[in-house]
């Protein structure tokens, strides 16, 4: 039984007549501003590529010391359902810039939490999102062990220097709630919250 040939840029470059680097800025988005292509023969590499089948290689890519298109996603397994929608909205939003995600799931399992900061590096991932490091007395340990250049979390994490994070505003989106009701005629709000 015969493997079947990697289809490498070069194969499409000699495939097209152009030059590898034009290839690669196509398929890759390298060579910045420096590297041209007009959108005919962009166009035209594109078709090979497809009529070729070709796929990028991602273990060449980390090789060369490049970051790949994943962006690894940390999520409590039993994390309420608005996660879940939220993840769902990471995924598209991801997909449209050219990004896929990878996800982390445990429950529980602290140690595993930590592993995953080690896989992401491993993939060269371009980016972070982690929503599980409110563990107590662990949280922390969580949170360090992912690299803060590279990670964004969701609301600050405890004793992380310099940490980027998104929090929401829950006291002023309470108001916000309050508010909306009041105008609208209600007088008596309550409010039922998980624990």
Known sequence: MRMEQ???LADIARETGVSLVTVAK?????????TRVSEKTAEKIRACMKRMNYH???LARQLAGKSSDIIGVVLDTCAPMIYQDRLARMERYASEL???????QAH???????SFAEDFISYRVAGVICMAHWYPDVGGEIARSYETNKTVFL???DGVENSCYVTIDVEAAFREIVGYYAVHGRKRVALMTLT
């Open 56 to 58: 990028p290689n991602m």
């Open 26 to 34: 196509v398929a890759h988005n390298t060579g910045g501003k420096n």
């Open 155 to 157: 609301e600050k994490p």
């Open 98 to 104: 050219g990004y896929r995600i990878m996800i982390g």
């Open 108 to 114: 529980d399992d602290p140690q595993r939490m930590k």
């Open 6 to 8: 990697h289809v490498r």
